[in-house]
């Protein structure tokens, strides 16, 4: 499932956000779609910005909920679909840091004028995560834990019931994956 969203992904137009989010806006169970494409790109641009883990998956939470209650407002300009995501996720970002004092901004208000969107970066942490989840199991386990997590090899040594040898290289090939990866989609 996994590599059949992959290729999806990879082909993916502006004709196809047009259909999804009037499929959406008809039948509100068909966000999943959008949710499905945009989820990597919404987290990395927030985890790129906010690094804690759990307010990040919180705040990527609260970015799909208010665009699943706002989809039937989205209206189509020809704009990425992502690029509101996006939007909603600045105001969300701002909002939890003005926690205090702030006013609540809608999804439709724009982003503070202070908050440069560097959709290459955002594009790039996708991509890393989307290939994260396509590593084999251990491996895939292993990045988790050490980058993730934070775990010593020792830790996951004990976890997996191997030896620190054995975790470093699933390390080690996990990384050389990814690098070939990402270094074969720069190209």
């Known amino acids: 499932m996994v590599a059949r969203r992959a290729a999806a992904k990879a082909t993916h137009t502006g004709a196809d956000d047009r259909l999804l989010i009037e499929a959406a806006q008809k039948d509100p169970r068909r966000f999943g779609d959008l949710y499905e494409l945009n989820f ?3 987290y990395a641009f ?4 906010i690094h804690d883990r759990d307010a990040a998956q919180d705040l990527t939470s609260d970015v799909f909920h208010k665009a699943l209650s706002s989809i ?23 909002d939890r840091s003005k926690r205090g004092d702030r006013e609540v901004l809608s999804p439709d208000d724009p982003p503070e004028p202070t908050v440069e969107i560097d959709m290459t970066a955002v594009e790039h942490r996708a991509r890393l995560f989307q290939l994260v989840g396509e590593l084999p199991t251990d491996q895939r386990y292993v990045i988790f ?12 040594a004990q976890q ?3 030896s620190e040898g054995a975790v470093k290289q699933l390390q080690f090939r996990a990384l050389e994956k990814l690098r070939s990866q990402m270094e074969g989609a720069n190209a």
């Open 46 to 49: 927030i985890v790129s910005r």
């Open 40 to 42: 990597e790109r919404v």
């Open 145 to 156: 834990q050490r980058f993730v997590e934070q775990r010593s090899i020792r830790e996951i």
């Open 72 to 94: 039937s407002r989205f209206e189509w300009r020809g704009v990425p679909f992502s690029a509101w995501l996006l939007r909603i996720a600045a105001n969300a970002i701002a």
């Open 160 to 162: 997996l019931g191997r």
